[in-house]
């Protein structure tokens, strides 16, 4: 059984923003590997850093002039300047085990059955804007659901898309590509209206 990069959702309300891009990862000082940028096949350059969990895997198995599949989670200040965390790689023969029935298979294939593909994000959260001129959404993200009071516990991720206005402060749920240094929507689902409790 292949792992999936992307796990399936355990709860309607799950928060989450990951993805999965292919690229060669090329830190800024070959001393300290948790800094740098993603390079994909077009050339584009992303910064990136690698979260500590990723951090081990990376120095064990990972040879740096090679293409990977990075499980990332985004971030971004606007919609055009994408910052990427690695949490993870998914390489499904040397990391993952498979079986041997799919070692002939290009692991673009593999990925291709689990209805993934390069470039892809996740994204659930609170929709909390929504630019109709710019054609821009704002979803609030929650990193954890106990830690919602505390201050970093939320951030906010910039999308390219278009939902109505009357579903400002649904929890949505955005399927989005990465192009470039920006996510793209290419589908949404609302999933139902935010009860706002007291602020805090």
Known sequence: MIKNPIQEVTNKL???????V???YKPN???QLNRGRLIDKEGKIIDTVILGKALSLIKKFIK?????FWIVYPRNKSVNNLH?????????YQLNKVDISNSEKDPDELLDELNLNNNYFSIRGELVYINTQ?????????SSPRAK????????IIVEGEIPLQFLN???????????????????????KIISKKKY
């Open 29 to 31: 000082d070959m001393n």
């Open 134 to 142: 710019k054609k821009e959404l704002v979803i609030k993200v929650c």
């Open 149 to 156: 009071r505390l201050k970093n516990a939320t951030f906010k």
């Open 84 to 92: 990427l965390q690695v949490a993870g790689v998914w390489d499904p």
């Open 170 to 192: 649904n929890f949505v749920s955005l399927d989005a590509i990465r192009d470039g240094n920006k996510l793209r929507m290419v589908k949404y689902e609302v999933i139902e």
């Open 64 to 68: 740096l002039e090679k293409n990977y």
């Open 14 to 20: 799950q928060y989450r923003a990951i993805g999965i």
């Open 22 to 24: 292919k690229g060669i």
